[in-house]
Structure formats: structure tokens, C-alpha cells
């Protein structure tokens, strides 16, 4: 292309269309056909526009803002989360903007944070590669604390646990205190950013050789209210598991209220352990017994690999350890 710049107008003729029509597929317009989009992003690609935009964007001054797309505010270990990587992005002279991220809005992110962001934080969500290859170009990294469910790019880094290892311990302490029939309450949804642990813990089940039979796990979609209703016929069944295991703090707490509400006596009956450690884990009855996710060490390293990333520095995947923090609910 050497120095030439495509414009809007060579954008609109290649595509055989008016200069108004790239503009509304440019702002994400739901006024344009399907395949009339596609016509005007494919001239879009063939004559480089947005790679031009991406260069005039870094002839202008960074925004000094940063993106962090959630999955639900009242969640306590993404808000715990987002509170340690405002904290380490305040150090830098980074500000936070929060965006909830609904799957079927995806195609709206390039226009709204277009310019506006100069890195994007992920909370384990699964971009399409298509908005993946888009923020790539325009110079914008992406970092996801907590393993993407559905590995689409390589210019997503991601932050996480060795969730298998962790899991191994936890079973082995279940194992030790004399369990062998466990059961796991997981996410339904296999594109959540939680649903990689019911994998995981799969494979530190078959470690420990202990099988993890199909009616021994649930699902619910990582609230505390649908883990009761998915958990409480079964708390009270004969010759059923001894131990359970929540993919989440909040469905464990979930499990814990409905064996209040039966009468099952935790941990003589059934013993119950969380995988994050959220301020209500050490205040349920019993308290819970759980896998202390290192939330203060991800925010900062989190903010360590965006300036990485940033700066056009290598930067690999995180593997962080964690702790097993033992409570009266085992």
C-alpha cells in the first residue's frame, strides 16, 4: 500500500456502496443488511482502512483508560477482582472503565470502546476471533485473568490458577478426612469463564484415582440460589456422596444453605469446600473450607503484563499458586 491512505470513499466504492453505509458499519449500525457489512468489511480488510485509523491513533495521545469487561457486578470475587486491579492500575496512572459484557452485544464493543481504551481486561469472557483480530490492529492488548472457556487467539494473555493442582490438593485433604464419593457443583453454560474448572477437577479426580461419577456433579449458573435448587433433593438422598465440591463460593454457600434448610449436618453428614475465598466463605455455618484465590497478587499481575503488553514487551501466560484454607465445614 506503501504511504497511501485508503479513505472512506475508496472504502465505499470497492464495496459498491454510498460513504454513509461504511459510516454506519463503522458505529456498528443494526440499520445495515448482514451481507451488505460483510461486503463493506471485506474492503475494509483488502484496502487496510482500519489499519490506517490504528496508525493515526498512535500519532494521538494514549487515553490513559483501560477496559475491564465483567460478567455480573454482584459477584464478590470479580468485584474483589476489579477492586485489587483498580488499586495496582491507579499506581500507574491507569483508570478503570467498567462494561458488562452480554455475548449477544459483542459486535457493539469495537464501537464503544474505539479510542477510548488503550488496553482491555478480560474476566475469562470468549471473544470471537473476529474482535479479537480488530483490537490486535488497532495496537489495544487484551489480558484475561482466568483462562478463557473457549481459547480463540493468541493475543489474549491469560492469568489463572493450575486449577487441576489445586483441586488435587483439596481431594487429597477430602481423601485424608476419609472421603471418597465426591461431588462437584459446576457451571452449566460450557462458554462460562468458570466452566474450565469442572476440566480441571476432572483430571485431579482421575489423579487421585477416585472415579467422578455423572450423577454426582450438577450444574447451576453460579448463583447462590440455583445451586440450592439444584442441590437440595439430592442433599438428603440415601447412599449418596459424602463431600461436595463448588465450583464457585457462592453455589457452595448455595449448598450449604439448602442443608440447613434439610437438616443435613455439615461436615458429620456432608462436607462442603468453595474455590475462590470471598468474605462470606469465613462467615457461612459452619464456615467454608476453601481454595484461597490470590486476588491481591492477580490485580498486580494482571497490571504488570497489560504495561508488558503495552509497551510491546514479551508476554506469557501466568500461572499463579494458591492455598487451602481449611475451615470447620470438612
Known amino acids: 500500500m506503501g504511504e497511501h491512505m485508503a479513505t472512506r470513499k475508496e472504502v465505499a ?3 459498491g456502496v454510498s460513504i454513509a453505509v461504511v459510516s454506519y458499519v463503522l458505529n456498528d449500525s443494526n440499520y445495515v443488511k448482514e451481507e451488505t457489512r460483510r461486503k463493506v ?3 475494509i ?5 482500519e489499519t490506517n485509523m490504528a496508525a493515526r491513533a498512535l500519532k494521538m495521545r494514549k487515553t490513559e483508560q483501560l477496559a475491564v469487561l465483567i460478567n455480573h457486578l454482584g ?3 470479580e468485584a474483589g477482582l476489579l477492586l485489587r486491579i483498580e488499586e495496582h492500575a491507579a ?3 491507569y483508570v478503570l472503565f467498567f462494561q458488562t ?3 449477544e452485544q459483542e459486535s457493539r464493543l469495537k464501537a464503544l470502546l474505539h479510542g477510548r481504551v488503550d488496553g482491555i481486561f478480560l ?3 470468549s471473544l470471537q476471533e473476529e474482535t479479537l483480530r480488530h483490537f490486535a490492529k488497532l495496537g489495544i492488548p487484551v489480558v484475561s485473568i482466568t483462562t478463557p472457556a473457549v481459547p480463540r487467539c493468541d493475543h489474549v494473555t491469560s ?5 487441576t493442582a489445586e483441586y488435587r490438593k483439596l481431594i487429597r485433604l477430602l481423601k485424608a478426612k476419609g472421603h471418597e464419593r465426591i461431588a462437584y457443583m459446576a457451571i452449566g453454560d460450557p462458554e462460562h469463564p468458570l466452566s474450565h474448572r469442572l476440566k480441571a477437577f476432572r483430571q485431579a479426580m482421575e489423579q487421585e484415582r477416585l472415579p467422578l461419577a455423572e450423577p454426582d456433579i450438577f450444574y447451576a449458573d453460579g448463583g447462590l440460589q440455583t445451586a440450592h435448587e439444584a442441590i437440595r433433593t439430592k442433599v438428603t438422598a440415601p447412599g449418596r456422596f459424602t463431600a461436595i465440591v463448588g465450583a464457585n463460593d457462592l453455589m457452595a454457600a448455595g449448598i450449604v444453605a439448602a442443608c440447613r434448610a434439610s437438616g443435613v449436618r455439615i461436615p458429620q453428614e456432608l462436607a462442603v469446600a468453595g474455590s475462590e475465598d470471598i468474605l462470606m466463605s469465613s462467615q457461612t455455618a459452619p464456615p467454608l473450607t476453601v481454595i484461597h484465590y490470590p486476588r491481591e497478587k492477580v490485580g498486580e499481575i494482571a497490571m504488570e503484563v497489560m504495561l508488558d503488553k503495552m509497551r510491546k514487551r514479551p508476554a506469557s501466560d501466568r500461572i499463579l499458586q494458591a492455598e487451602i484454607v481449611e475451615r470447620a465445614s470438612l
Do not use: S
Open 13 to 15: 466504492d470497492r464495496a
Open 41 to 43: 468489511l471485506q474492503a
Open 45 to 49: 480488510e483488502e484496502l487496510g482502512y
Open 75 to 77: 459477584n464478590p470475587h
Open 91 to 93: 499506581k500507574h496512572n
Open 101 to 103: 459484557f452480554h455475548k
Open 123 to 125: 474476566l475469562g469472557q
Open 159 to 163: 492469568i489463572d490458577l493450575d486449577w
